[in-house]
């Protein structure tokens, strides 16, 4: 599960983190047209990394494959979503933590 497919597991845990903030921000138990809109996003710049499964996490990555507004709109879900990702996935915020402190874990 983990460590064998980067991008599957940046996928797994970018779509926890947006549904998290969908369920908290805007109260929905399934995602609202404009998450759906970022998790599409999100799902088709990570289709796209030049990393593949070297892929730094996005934080210390040095090419920013988001446009300005989506970046900061996943930059709003991620750091609103991060804390909660220890509550309700701590092995997915675990991994997360881990790989941005060793960058090519």
Not at 75 to 89: A, E, K, N, Q, T
Request: aromatic fraction near 10%; charged fraction near 25%; charge should be positive.
């Amino acid at each position: 599960m983990f460590f064998q497919n980067r991008i599957k597991e940046e996928k797994t845990t970018v779509s926890k983190m947006i549904k998290l903030y969908c369920l908290k921000k805007h109260g929905n138990t399934v995602l609202c047209t404009s998450c759906i809109e970022i998790q599409k996003y999100a799902m088709q710049r990570l289709d796209k990394c030049r990393y593949g499964n070297n892929k730094p996490v996005c934080s210390t990555c040095p090419a920013h494959c988001y446009k300005p507004d989506k970046r900061e709109d996943i930059r709003v879900i991620m750091r609103f979503s991060g804390p909660l990702m220890m509550l309700h996935h701590p092995l997915y915020a675990f991994i997360h933590i881990y790989r941005g402190i060793f960058s090519n874990a």
